[in-house]
């Protein structure tokens, strides 16, 4: 072997070494990068199962959309009809949720009829503790003094002592500009509804 074939081939080598640690590099940064995005990934992923761990915890959950799209499937005919007559704008976004909706209100609803009585039967006891009529107002205020839990506003209470008055469980009596309200009187309910 000459001189001048083992400088070719040591210029070889060392041009191959080179390459070698250039692709070395090349491969250490695409896998540092790839380190960085699973390190991301797993740190997504755990927020995820802390949040599904969190949303198991709750007492009534909504059921997810797989199960949502299942329940229209297994869901009776009328549901589906029903889903199907949605215009077609806004059949994606609700198609997923109306089984929560005709649901949750229903078993809520329960849940809250067990623990407080309907406004309008408070509004019926309230009244039935005076003789003389009240105001809505008058009323209002009470409701707030002995039903600190219960919050509506005055107008909310108004349209319930009025749907009582459409009922005939409450009179109204009309002094100047003033609208008082009493409990209506079983003889009394029957005449005010024929003068209707």
Do not use: C, F
């Not at 695409?30 to 997504?44: G, N």
């Not at 059949?91 to 309008?120: D, M, V, Y």
Request: charge should be positive.
């Amino acid at each position: 072997m000459t001189s001048q074939s083992a400088a070719t081939l040591r210029s070889r080598y060392s041009e191959q070494a080179a390459s070698d640690l250039e692709e070395n590099r090349r491969r250490q940064q695409e896998l540092a990068d790839q380190i960085t995005m699973l390190k991301q990934e797993e740190a997504l992923l755990v927020d995820i199962l802390t949040l599904a761990e969190r949303y198991e915890g709750l007492p009534d959950p909504s059921p997810r959309p797989e199960q949502a799209r299942s329940g229209n499937v297994l869901g009776s005919g009328t549901q589906a009809r029903e889903d199907t007559s949605i215009p077609s704008g806004r059949t994606s976004r609700r198609s997923s949720s109306p089984t929560t909706r005709r649901t949750r209100p229903t078993q809520s609803g329960a849940k809250g009829k067990s623990r407080q009585p309907l406004l309008g039967d408070i509004l019926l006891s309230l009244l039935g503790g005076h003789t003389e009529p009240r105001l809505a107002k008058e009323l209002w205020d009470e409701l707030l003094a002995k039903h600190p839990d219960r919050n509506p506003t005055p107008q909310v209470v108004r349209n319930t002592i009025e749907s009582l008055v459409a009922k005939g469980r409450v009179q109204r009596h009309k002094q100047q500009r003033s609208v008082m309200y009493t409990l209506a009187q079983p003889d009394t309910s029957s005449t005010t509804e024929d003068a209707d």
